[in-house]
């Protein structure tokens, strides 16, 4: 396998337009967004919330064509534990992915798109208090990881069923789906023919003591990891947090997910193991944005610079 057959996206996030209405996101229209996302050298995004690209096949098709884009994922936050959340969720994710499957039918696009099925994070407080340094006790009962599995199967059944559309699951941290064990036992409960799981590598160092661990889940998750993100994770900002205590959105604005390369995670070793084990296809960076942390531009360029120094 080459290099080449990896590719390398971004994602909204990266211009601060985050899933969170109280964290101050800072407003960008997607055309400047994307046409600075191909000027800083990436040639895939996902989709961001709902509304802030074009919801109609045709017109985000031609978004995307204008500038040779793929499109790579979008994230679909569902209560998973409420079971009263479970039908809304299946028509959210639905309504994405039939946006999705219809728009790469436009652009004739070769690679398919995820659905990135997420918890509702940051929803629980005691979950958002303690991101980075959770206990089982602040987990899910067993009668709640039942249900939370069960509708992840359902949306992610109902999403190949009508779309032919992959479902992968985004741990993170804020919500009940953040820890090792937590993971592992989501992917022990749920079908691996239709849910995979989003690998993320900041999310997995904050929510996992550092990033040491990142190897060992790599292998532990082999058969279920669809699909990666390049997120960093800065050691000096986590271990703060876990001293004083912060909630995630104080991590967020403090810069616990750091440009690549000024964190823990060794992103050379990712990419060999993504060749050892013949990944294809694209690896998405994010790193989260608010106003006052800098030129988002500026950020996405030396994030990818970074990534060519590895040779990406």
Same mark, same amino acid.
């Given at each position: ?5 990896i ?7 990266s211009?601060g ?6 964290i ?5 229209d997607?055309?400047?967004?994307l ?11 996902e ?6 690209m ?6 985000l ?11 790579n994922?979008?994230f ?25 499957? +219809? &728009? =790469? @039918? ?9 659905i990135?099925? /997420?918890?509702?994070? !940051? ?24 249900t ?16 032919g ?12 789906v ?28 904050y ?5 040491t ?5 790599l292998?532990?998750f ?9 997120k960093?994770?800065? +050691? &000096? =900002? @986590? ?11 104080? /991590?967020?604005r403090? !810069?616990?997910f ?21 990944y ?6 994010e ?6 942390m ?19």
């Amino acid at each position: 396998m080459t290099n080449s057959e990896i590719k390398v996206g971004n994602a909204p996030c990266s211009w601060g337009t985050l899933e969170f209405e109280n964290i101050g996101s800072q407003t960008i229209d997607y055309q400047t967004m994307l046409d600075e996302l191909v000027a800083t050298g990436y040639t895939g995004t996902e989709l961001g919330d709902w509304g802030f690209m074009p919801t109609t096949p045709v017109d985000l098709a031609a978004a995307m064509t204008q500038r040779q884009l793929a499109m790579n994922g979008a994230f679909v936050p569902v209560a998973l534990r409420n079971a009263s959340a479970h039908e809304a969720g299946v028509a959210a994710a639905l309504r994405t992915a039939r946006l999705l499957a +219809e &728009t =790469v @039918r436009l652009t004739q696009q070769t690679n398919a798109p995820f659905i990135v099925l /997420a918890d509702d994070n !940051g929803a629980t407080p005691v979950r958002t208090q303690n991101a980075g340094r959770i206990t089982p006790e602040m987990g899910l009962s067993d009668d709640e990881w039942e249900t939370f599995s069960r509708g992840a199967d359902r949306i992610a059944q109902a999403v190949y069923a009508e779309t032919g559309l992959r479902t992968v699951f985004h741990h993170h941290c804020a919500g009940f789906v953040e820890t090792h064990a937590e993971i592992e036992r989501l992917l022990a409960l749920t079908d691996p023919a239709y849910l995979g799981l989003v690998f993320d590598t900041g999310h997995y160092a904050y929510g996992n003591g550092g990033c040491t661990g990142i190897a060992a889940a790599l292998d532990a998750f082999a058969d279920r990891i669809w699909y990666v993100h390049f997120k960093d994770c800065s +050691e &000096t =900002v @986590r271990i703060q947090a876990c001293a004083e205590g912060w909630d995630y959105f104080t /991590a967020i604005r403090h !810069g616990i997910f750091c440009e690549l390369g000024q964190g823990c995670v060794d992103f050379a070793a990712v990419l060999g193991w993504l060749k050892a084990h013949n990944y294809q296809g694209y690896i998405t960076v994010e790193q989260d944005v608010l106003p006052g942390m800098g030129s988002p531009k500026a950020s996405a360029a030396r994030n990818r610079a970074f990534l060519r120094t590895i040779g990406l």
